[in-house]
C-alpha cells in the first residue's frame, strides 16, 4: 500500500499544488519514507477536507477510497502537531531515536521554501519540529546506540546467517547512495573486510573506497547486477528504482548461495518501493527481508526504548504547547489588517473632507503637514487596541485575553466575523477551480 502512494522527493511540489487546488485545502505538505506515508494540510474544513485528499490519493495511487480508509491514520490539531513532534525526534521511527527522519522533515522545509501552498502554518509546523527534533536528541540520550535503518539491516543480516558463515559471506551491496553507504559502513563494523558494490556511476563508490581505504570494495556497473547478485550470499539493496530491479524469472536461474550460508541466498531489500519483488520470496533456495521485518532488530531493547521515550515525550508537550500558542496568535492577524484598514478608510475620508474646505491653492508642505497629523492621530489611537491583539503564545493567560480582545473588537467595530471570513476563503476557491 505504502508503495502505491509513495510520493518521490521530486514530485513534492506538484503534489502540494494538487492538494492546495482542491476547495477545502489551504496549506499541504509531504513527508514521504521508505516507512511511512503522510500528508499534512491546513483545511477550511475537516470532514471535506479530509474527503477531499483522500480522493486525491484514491486518484494519484488507483487505490479505491474504501481501501485506503482500511489503511490510514487520521490525526487533528493538537494531536497532529504532536505526532509530527513525535515523528521528528525519531519516537515514532521503526529504530529509536535514528536520525534519518530529522534529515527528512528538514528535506520537506527545503523542498517548500518558494511552494505557494506550503504556507505560514504548515512551513511554521515542520520548522517548529525540526527544533523538536534537535532538542530531544540534544537533551536526552536518545540517540545513543541508536540503529538506523540500515545499521537494522545489517544486524538483521547477521541474525539469519549462519555464525560460522560471517567472515566468509560473500556480500554485495546494490546502491551507494546515503543508505548503502550506510550498509557499507555497518559491514566494516561487522568485520567485514571485502564486498561489491553495484551502482549507477563509480563516482560514489570511488569516494567511499577512498574514506574506507583497508576494505575491498569492487565497483561493479548496474547491467552486470545479476551476474554479482549471483555470485553473492547476501544482497543488500536500496536504490531509488521506481520498479523492483529483481522478479522471481531473474532469481530462479541464478547459481545457489555457497554451502557456508546454507545454500540459500538472502535479500535484504530497504528500499520503497521495494528493489525486490514480493514473488522472489516463493523460492526456495532464497530468503527476502524488507524495511517491515526489521522490527525483529528493534524489539530487541524494548525497556531502554520505553524510558528513554518518556524522557522525550516530556520536551514534546513543552514544545507542543508553545506551537499552539503561536497558531492561536495567528488568529488575531485577520482583526489586526482589518482595523488598520476600517481606521485608514475613516482617515482618507476625514481628509479628503478638511483638505476640500481648504481650497484647491494649499501648499505641498500645508498638504503633508495635514496628511501627518491625521496619520499620527489614527496610530498613537491604534496603538493600545493593537498592543492587546499581539502576543508571543508565551503564556495561555496572556492568549485567552488576547483573543476575547479580538472578538470584542470584532464586535465594537462590526468588522467581519471568523465564519464570514472562511465563507469567503471557500467561496473564492470554488470560484477559481470552475474557471
Known amino acids: 500500500m505504502r508503495e502505491k502512494l509513495a510520493i518521490p522527493e521530486a514530485e513534492w511540489p506538484r503534489a502540494i499544488a494538487e492538494?492546495?487546488?482542491?476547495?477545502?485545502?489551504?496549506?499541504?505538505?509531504?513527508?514521504?519514507?521508505?516507512?511511512?506515508?503522510?500528508?499534512?494540510?491546513?483545511?477550511?474544513?475537516?470532514?471535506?477536507?479530509?474527503?477531499e485528499v483522500m480522493e486525491w490519493m484514491s486518484k494519484t495511487s488507483s487505490v479505491p477510497v474504501s481501501e485506503l480508509s482500511q489503511h490510514r491514520f487520521l490525526l487533528y490539531n493538537n494531536d497532529a502537531t504532536q505526532h509530527l513532534f513525535e515523528v521528528s525526534a525519531g519516537l515514532d521511527s521503526l529504530v529509536l531515536g535514528e536520525g534519518q527522519i530529522l534529515s527528512q522533515?528538514?528535506?520537506?522545509?527545503?523542498?517548500?521554501?518558494?511552494?505557494?501552498?506550503?504556507g505560514r502554518n504548515i512551513s511554521g509546523l515542520f520548522k517548529h519540529a525540526i527544533t523538536v527534533g534537535k532538542r530531544v536528541r540534544t537533551e536526552t540520550n536518545i540517540a545513543s546506540g541508536a540503529v538506523s535503518v540500515s545499521s537494522a539491516a545489517v544486524e538483521l543480516a547477521y541474525m539469519k546467517l549462519p555464525e560460522a558463515s560471517h567472515d566468509n559471506a560473500r556480500m554485495l551491496v546494490i546502491g551507494a547512495g546515503k543508505m548503502g553507504k550506510l550498509v557499507i559502513k555497518h559491514l566494516v563494523a561487522k568485520g567485514c573486510k571485502k564486498m561489491v558494490v553495484v551502482n549507477r556511476t563509480e563516482e560514489r563508490v570511488a569516494a567511499i573506497r577512498e574514506e574506507l581505504k583497508d576494505i575491498e570494495i569492487i565497483y561493479k556497473p548496474l547491467s552486470e547486477m545479476l551476474t554479482c547478485a549471483g555470485e553473492a550470499d547476501l544482497v543488500f539493496t536500496s536504490t531509488a528504482s521506481e520498479n523492483p530491479l529483481f522478479l522471481k524469472e531473474h532469481v530462479m536461474d541464478l547459481p545457489p548461495a555457497s554451502q557456508e550460508v546454507g545454500g540459500r541466498r538472502f535479500f535484504i531489500d530497504i528500499s520503497v518501493p521495494r528493489n525486490v519483488?514480493?514473488?522472489?520470496?516463493?523460492?526456495?533456495?532464497?530468503?527476502?527481508?524488507?524495511?517491515?521485518?526489521?522490527?525483529?532488530?528493534?524489539?530487541?531493547?524494548?525497556?531502554?526504548?520505553?524510558?528513554?521515550a518518556m524522557e522525550a515525550q516530556a520536551i514534546i508537550a513543552e514544545e507542543s504547547k508553545q506551537f499552539e500558542a503561536w497558531r492561536d496568535s495567528l488568529e488575531t492577524v485577520p482583526t489586526i489588517k482589518k482595523l488598520r484598514a476600517y481606521a485608514e478608510r475613516i482617515r482618507l475620508a476625514e481628509l479628503e473632507k478638511c483638505l476640500g474646505k481648504m481650497g484647491d491653492d494649499i501648499p505641498k508642505k500645508t498638504r503633508r503637514a495635514v496628511d501627518d497629523l491625521s496619520r499620527g492621530i489614527v496610530n498613537k489611537l491604534l496603538h493600545g487596541p493593537m498592543q492587546h491583539l499581539r502576543c508571543d503564545g508565551n503564556d495561555s493567560r496572556t492568549l485567552s485575553e488576547t483573543l476575547e480582545n479580538m472578538h470584542a473588537l470584532n464586535r465594537m467595530f462590526n468588522l467581519e466575523t471568523e465564519i464570514s471570513v472562511l465563507e469567503e476563503k471557500i467561496r473564492a476557491k470554488v470560484e477559481q477551480n470552475q474557471k
Open 105 to 118: 522533515v528538514k528535506q520537506v522545509v527545503k523542498v517548500g521554501q518558494g511552494v505557494n501552498g506550503f
Open 277 to 308: 519483488g514480493s514473488c522472489v520470496s516463493d523460492l526456495e533456495s532464497v530468503r527476502v527481508y524488507n524495511v517491515d521485518d526489521l522490527k525483529e532488530v528493534v524489539a530487541a531493547n524494548k525497556e531502554d526504548r520505553l524510558r528513554k
Open 19 to 51: 492538494l492546495c487546488s482542491l476547495n477545502h485545502i489551504e496549506e499541504a505538505a509531504v513527508l514521504s519514507t521508505c516507512n511511512r506515508m503522510e500528508i499534512y494540510v491546513l483545511a477550511l474544513s475537516q470532514h471535506r477536507g479530509v474527503k
